[in-house]
């Protein structure tokens, strides 16, 4: 079945520690994108990449690291940088290029700070 | 920039009943997509309904259809014969290109709950 996958479901951070948050997707989508989601609040975009080795900074990027070095595959690092990491994290993809393309979402992973 | 607001932060509806879900957005260009998202308890986000701003007919799909006012900026979703597994929070958003990629904004969501 083509879909996104997300893992872990839950992950747990020590405070002062980097840790990375997967998103695979077979549905051959050169777009990827992350989203943060905070209780009773919309999505606010992290990153993006339309194609691969290529990625750009949405509106909360700071604290945060992505690469794409694959097509199929853009995790997300949440760095120590990030003050407030507790959050769920979304990722999606799209057909890409240019054109406006319906974004389709992945199940998430909850994070949370020890 | 471009906003998206949904006034509502909670509804109701009984079960079988119709209910419309507001939304505005304000934007000055002229080419952009609406969306409708729902995301149930489990938190996946669903595609409920889309709309492309040059199209003055406005989309449904089965039980869900849209209110596309152009000119007041208003993207209302209206749920016919509301069933119990429509409970979720709905999100609005939008879509523009940009040079490098188009881009979503959300809107902070209405949570729609359908009663028994």
């Known amino acids: 079945d083509g879909g996104i996958t997300q893992s872990p479901k839950y992950l747990f951070r020590k405070e002062g520690q980097n840790v990375t948050l997967s998103c695979e997707q077979n549905?051959?989508?050169?777009?990827m994108y992350w989203y943060r989601q905070d209780p009773g609040q919309g999505l606010r975009l992290i990153y993006y990449s339309q194609i691969v080795n290529d990625f750009q900074k949405g509106d909360i990027a700071e604290g945060y690291s992505v690469s794409r070095e694959k097509k199929e595959s853009f995790p997300l690092t949440v760095t120590s940088a990030q003050k407030n990491p507790t959050a769920f994290y979304l990722c999606a993809s799209s057909i890409g290029g240019t054109s406006m393309e319906t974004q389709y979402f992945g199940p998430g992973t909850r994070l949370l700070v020890l | 920039a471009q906003t998206v607001t949904q006034s509502q932060p909670e509804m109701s509806v009984q079960e079988a009943e119709t209910v419309t879900l507001s939304c505005t957005y304000d934007?000055?260009?002229?080419?952009?997509?609406l969306f409708w998202y729902k995301q149930p308890p489990s938190r996946q986000m669903i595609l409920v309904i889309r709309?492309?701003?040059?199209?003055?007919q406005n989309a449904t799909e089965n039980r869900f259809s849209v209110n596309f006012q152009k000119a007041a900026k208003s993207f209302s979703l209206k749920i016919s014969d509301s069933q119990l597994g429509d409970t979720a929070m709905y999100f609005c958003?939008?879509?523009?290109?940009?040079?490098?990629?188009?881009?979503?904004?959300f809107g902070e969501g209405t949570q729609l709950t359908v009663n028994p």
């Open positions: 934007t000055s260009e002229n080419n952009y997509y």
């Open positions: 958003a939008f879509m523009t290109p940009y040079a490098s990629g188009s881009r979503l904004t």
């Open positions: 549905l051959n989508h050169d777009a």
């Open positions: 709309q492309e701003a040059y199209k003055q």
